[in-house]
């Protein structure tokens, strides 16, 4: 009944779920540290925005909306960087990311200095985008994570063939006439706006935890993309529910270190006991078949050894 507790519960139960579901895609798509790219730029997004909004005069110079529009905006330029580095130079795609997150990062870092010299700055509470603060949520913050969180999982749905055959076989999507790029773009584009949206809940040091780590545990229980992005969600729902509780139960406890360290138990638990990649169930399999064909071995041996025996008499 505590509203502290119910409101970020709610956001981030929708937070989770949406981030289990885009994050299956990323993983598949081998682009795991593009969200970690998105989230670091997201801070010169969020700098440039106050700082913008301050010249133009406004007196709230701490509106949400503009400041997550600002991160939208870089985190979007980012993945512009990123792919026109990897797409007209011959430097890879890891470098490419590692170039663009250091460079935005860098940015973000010099505006933050500026913004702590404004006398205002210093109350403004931009800080809490670097290591997240979801109990300061509101009702309002709740609706635009609603709407966002919608909207990102509408287009999963619309598009989830087009995103399942992009990861498994992108040069026979091409040959095929899908519009590779654009799908691509528009992939990214979702993992975007979810690095964007929880960026209150769990800063942008954390944010690739709530995409990567629920997809990479439902990997260990179904080779099937549509379970693996039900699994992933649930699980991505599970360990934000789990991590409010618990930082309910303990106030001192930062919530989304906590939803972190409950989706990281969740992924130990799947990698251990996964039915399908599972940890267990593949030293399992290795041991079965390792007797089967030692039975098979010794069975081959006893007939060569009786093979003389059976021989019919001249």
């Known amino acids: 009944r505590d509203y502290n507790t119910r409101i970020p519960m709610l956001g981030m139960l929708l937070l989770g779920v949406c981030g289990g579901c885009v994050g299956t895609f990323m993983l598949l798509r081998k682009r795991s540290l593009i969200s970690d790219v998105v989230s670091h730029a997201s801070l010169s997004g969020i700098a440039a925005a106050f700082l913008i909004h301050k010249v133009l005069g406004s007196q709230d110079q701490r509106s949400l909306p503009v400041l997550l529009t600002g991160a939208l905006v870089a985190g979007l330029a980012a993945i512009l960087c990123t792919t026109a580095i990897r797409r007209w130079s011959r430097i890879k795609e890891d470098a490419a990311q590692a170039i663009v997150l250091s460079v935005f990062f860098g940015i973000g870092i010099a505006l933050f200095t500026i913004v702590d ?95 990567i780590i629920p997809a990479a545990a439902a990997r260990f229980w179904t080779d099937r993309l549509g379970p693996m992005a039900l699994i992933a969600s649930l699980l991505g729902g599970a360990g934000a529910v789990a991590g409010i509780i618990v930082s309910a139960l303990f106030l001192r406890i930062s919530a989304g270190a906590i939803i972190v360290l409950v989706s990281a138990g969740f992924f130990l638990f799947s990698m251990a006991f996964g039915t399908s990649r599972g940890v267990i169930r593949r030293a399992m399999v290795r041991f079965q078949t390792r007797r089967r064909v030692g039975r098979h071995d010794l069975l081959r041996s006893i007939y060569e050894c009786l093979e003389p025996l059976l021989e019919p008499l001249p």
């Open 117 to 211: 010299d404004i006398p205002s700055g210093a109350v403004a509470g931009l800080n809490q985008f670097i290591f997240g603060q979801a109990a300061s949520m509101s009702q309002d913050d709740l609706w635009l994570i609603t709407v966002s969180v919608a909207a990102v999982l509408a287009t999963c749905a619309l598009l989830f063939k087009e995103f399942g055959l992009l990861c498994f076989d992108e040069d026979f999507a091409g040959t095929q006439g899908w519009p590779v790029a654009t799908l691509d773009l528009v992939l990214m584009g979702l993992v975007v706006a979810v690095s964007v949206i929880g960026l209150q809940c769990v800063g942008l040091l954390l944010v690739v935890a709530m995409l």
